[in-house]
């Protein structure tokens, strides 16, 4: 269910490293947790994203919630498709459903961060 | 959360059998959704939908003054129901605002039967016995029901195949007492989703097996159990109120677009003369519908500005599944509620454009028996 390749934060994003740049994302149970997504709101292209602080959001038809970045860095893409297609976060949440690209500007920040066990762990707590 | 301290209907393991996500809600542990929210208000809109609804209080009234403290606590005019119909209505406090809003159902000349907010129906019952001085009988009844609503374009056809009841022949807010699956049930052609549909109301040891065979005799529809999720949507799409949003204690019902239900001229009642002073001095506010104008979404709460001034606030916000915009509906001061005019909504720390339009947002077909 959860990449092992992925690492993973306590408010259920995730992130996924090549290189110097993270794929991000919000991962399965977080949206499970959402329900059927209506609306993404993208971070804008060229922003500095600051682990912790709000990268975007998504609206589901109940609630609204933060995405909180992953890591630090700059926002160097975002998921476009997500604009006409923000179904795609409850379909493929850990593929076509990513959200942004960030390049790290401190890469030790992974070193925090939840791997696929952990992060497995934390969601059997919470559900 | 402490989930010791929640309610939980009859129904609760049945619901997480058929993978419902639960949700507190008025003080109860209630299903939120099954297979999500969109599929379900599809599904009602479309077909039908069933829900639990036992969360909902019962308040039943008894004795030959029964009418009178009907009349008395309640804002419509129970005295014009015939025997078998439901009317919508509301009880107010003596300053006009609103205790809540309910169902009154005439079972007979002395016997009321009424239906009640789940997180309202303990003030309700209290609210009543205060204004008791008929000596009517009032008694607390929702441990005695489960309350069942199958809604939607099939509901009548489901629902016939589960009872000898002639359901052709209970008319919109009208009822009959009959069975269904062979146990004695209230058969209310009533619901709170803008659809044709029943509100069953039956013993709580039965609820199980009338769900599940609910949910069979509609599978060839394509029925869905449904939460609370949809059934939020479903009421917003259609304009229903719902206590906590668009009315409660600190609303009248002028303000809330709810004269209708308000009979000046039946006599006195509860409620009454703070209306008449409302009336002179003039309404202030109203409530009124919008859509948002690009794909934001508005949330209750959420303040709505005209012209760079902070004048109201969003009362229920949200996607409408059907007719796949975003809509809202919102206190305005009374001058400026009117329709068609562009209105802003702060959302998250800017403001969003939404146009103020004509309720309800949805109305169904109307259809040749």
Known sequence: MYPEEFKYTREHEWVKVEGDVGAVGITFYAQQALGDIVYVELPKVGMKAEKGKTLGSVESVKAVSDIYAPVSGEVIEVNE??????????????????????????????????????????????? | MPAGALKRTPLYELHRELGARMVEFGGWEMPVQYSGIIEEHLAVRRAVGLFDVSHMGEIEVRGPEAPALIEYVTTNQASRLSTGQAQYSAMLYQHGGFVDDLLVHKVADDYYFLCVNASNQEKDYRHILRYNRFRAEVEFASDRYVQLALQGPRAEEVLGRLTATDLTAIRYYHFTDGEVCGVPARIARTGYTGEDGFELYLAPRHGVRVFRELLRAGEEFGIRPCGLGARNTLRL???????????????????AELNWIVKMDKGEFVGRAALERLAAAGVRRKLIGFEMLDRTVARDGYPVYVQGRAVGWVTSGGPAPYLNKNIGLCYLPADLAEVGRTIQIGVR???????????????????NP
Not at chain 2, 352 to 358: D, F, N, Y
């Open chain 2, 237 to 255: 799409e259609a304009k229903m109120a719902l206590y906590g949003h668009e009315i409660d204690a600190s609303i009248r019902p002028p303000e």
């Open chain 1, 81 to 127: 498709a997500l604009v006409q297609t923000p179904e795609l976060l409850n379909r493929d949440p850990h593929g076509a459903g990513w959200l942004a690209r960030i390049r790290l500007s401190s890469p030790e920040e992974l070193n925090n961060l939840l791997d696929a066990e952990q992060y497995q762990a934390l969601v059997a707590e919470e559900s």
């Open chain 2, 349 to 367: 720390g800017r403001l969003a454009e939404a146009l103020t339009v004509r309720t309800p947002f949805y109305r169904r077909p109307k259809t």
